[in-house]
């Protein structure tokens, strides 16, 4: 049984559910949802996720939507033993707390400030700024460790990759953050495999829609 993943392929909440595939092998099947046409809202994909976003995963007849949501169905399903998503009580709700704050957070102001640009509008600056706020508390706790929750790698890495991959694609510098950087460089090292296709072909993807919605 295939797992089946609605997505496109330069959407950060979609990206980060395909890493976890790739790094625990797991197979999925990609199929591309073309928001633009509105193929999200026709009634044959409604009826597998009514509130109709992507990512969309159906596995063997469960659907599921909200990327975080997915990732940890994936390693609990299929990966228990992984570190990506440790058992201990505090190990994981330190790796969930990553995750809640990128989703109601540091994503959630980036979206707000690009959403604007796909709509043809100008972003508005002092979001720029709320943003940039909460990537220099990232920074600052990436001064400590060497990725977010310790010495592994966990979901709370892969989920805010994507969220800062996003923000390069939407033009943020940043480079100033040298924390920031030195962690990506891990990552990158560690994810050679799928980097090019999961974070930086994205990027420059993004960026290209995003100038392309501006014109
Ligand atoms: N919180 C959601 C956000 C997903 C999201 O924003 N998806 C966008 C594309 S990147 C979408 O599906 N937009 C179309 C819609 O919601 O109708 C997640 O993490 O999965």
Request: with cysteine; charged share 25%.
């Amino acid at each position: 049984m295939v797992i089946e993943l609605y997505q496109l392929p330069y959407s950060a909440p979609c990206l980060q559910v395909r890493m976890v595939g790739k790094i625990l092998n797991i197979p999925i099947e990609t199929k591309h949802l073309d928001l633009e046409k509105g193929e999200h809202l026709k009634p044959e994909f409604l009826k597998i996720n009514p509130f109709h976003c992507i990512p969309t995963m159906v596995d063997d007849g469960f659907a599921l939507w909200e990327s975080r949501a997915i990732m940890t169905y994936l390693v609990n399903k299929y990966a228990p033993e992984s570190s990506l998503y440790p058992k201990d009580a505090k190990a994981r709700a330190t790796v969930e707390r990553w995750l809640y704050w990128d989703t109601g957070s540091l994503y959630a102001t980036l979206f707000s400030y690009y959403i604007v640009i796909i709509e043809g509008g100008k972003p508005d600056p002092a979001v720029a700024t709320l943003f940039m706020d909460k990537v220099k508390l990232l920074d600052e706790a990436l001064a400590k460790t060497k990725y977010l929750c310790g010495d592994n790698i966990t979901l709370a890495d892969l989920s805010v990759l994507c969220s800062i991959s996003a923000a390069k694609g939407a033009d943020f510098d940043l480079s100033a953050y040298k924390n920031i950087e030195r962690w990506l460089k891990t990552l990158e090292t560690n994810s050679a495999s799928w980097w090019k296709e999961l974070v930086t072909d994205p990027i420059k993807d993004f960026r290209e829609f995003l100038r392309n919605c501006s014109r």
